[in-house]
């Protein structure tokens, strides 16, 4: 089994909900699922699933592809062995600026009018308007415009 998926050790808290926690290599890991999370009715709609995902994943489950066998314990290996099947034979780049890119890769993506996006952005007030700026394109902000696409970002119209 996947190391990161062992030794789990379990028990319910005082207001109802789970509390787990393992250790890795010398690294403490705690994750708690408080009461009203795990009395929340996505929890018991996800309880209805139970008895599938135990006869699923209770022993291991054999993925096969080609000539190429794989042993499946949790959901978590089932997607990491699809994906791995996935982006065989892929070249994934990825690129900070357009800079990096030569004239062939910006026409393939960038300039190619059918997959670029143009977005507006509007600013109502002056007074913010060098300072939004300067958070969203100033190489020494990428944390605050981390923060703020995590804030804001969904609040965009596309």
Known sequence: SDETELGWT?????DGG???ARVIRGVGEDILIDGPLNASADAIALNRFYDALQEVYAKAATLRR????????SPSQLLKAV???GSKGLSMQRYKGLGEMNPKQL???TMDPDTRR???LTIDSHEKTFEMMDMLLNKKRAAD???????RGS???V
């Open 10 to 14: 379990g028990e319910p808290t005082v």
């Open 18 to 20: 789970l509390s787990f």
């Open 66 to 73: 080609k000539d190429v066998t794989t042993a499946i314990r």
């Open 83 to 85: 994906m791995a099947a």
């Open 107 to 109: 026409r393939e993506t």
């Open 118 to 120: 143009l977005v507006q």
């Open 145 to 151: 415009r981390k923060a703020w696409l995590e804030e």
């Open 155 to 157: 609040l965009a119209e």
